[in-house]
């Protein structure tokens, strides 16, 4: 059973830390594209940082580019992001899901067209003073 679990949320003043990981069950992370999404209320989910399958390439919105790091270890199975000087507008339930998409671009396209293999069931991140 293919399985995503997000943990390490929660909620951090603006600058602060957080690491977010992602354990993949049922699956090898690494034979698969996986990146972040996140979801602010009011906004539509969108592409924050994924890893290629193929080349471990990684890519980032421009709004978290020199904050946020995404990264894989292939032992554990696990995803992560660490999220770096933190700010309010980071606020958002975040999302690790895998699918076809090789950057920000056809991240967001593959939301638009639902086409998504899997998602975790996401994570809330509160940056506030």
């Known amino acids: 059973q293919v399985q995503l679990v997000e943990s390490g949320g929660g909620s951090v003043q603006p600058g602060g830390s957080l690491r977010l990981s992602c354990a993949a069950s049922?699956?090898?992370?690494?034979?698969?594209?996986i990146g972040w999404f996140r979801q602010a209320p009011g906004k539509e989910r969108e592409g924050v940082s994924c890893i290629s399958s193929s080349t471990g390439n990684t890519h980032y919105a421009d709004s978290v580019k020199g904050r946020f790091t995404i990264s894989r270890d292939n032992v554990k199975n696990i995803v992560y992001l660490q999220m770096n000087s933190l700010r309010p507008e980071d606020t958002a339930i975040y999302y690790c899901?895998?699918?076809?998409?090789?950057?920000?671009?056809?991240?967001?396209?593959?939301?638009?067209?639902?086409?998504?293999?899997?998602w975790g069931q996401g994570i809330q991140v509160t940056v506030s003073s």
């Open positions: 899901a895998t699918g076809n998409f090789d950057n920000i671009a056809t991240m967001n396209l593959a939301v638009t067209l639902d086409t998504i293999d899997y």
């Open positions: 049922g699956f090898s992370l690494d034979k698969y594209d």
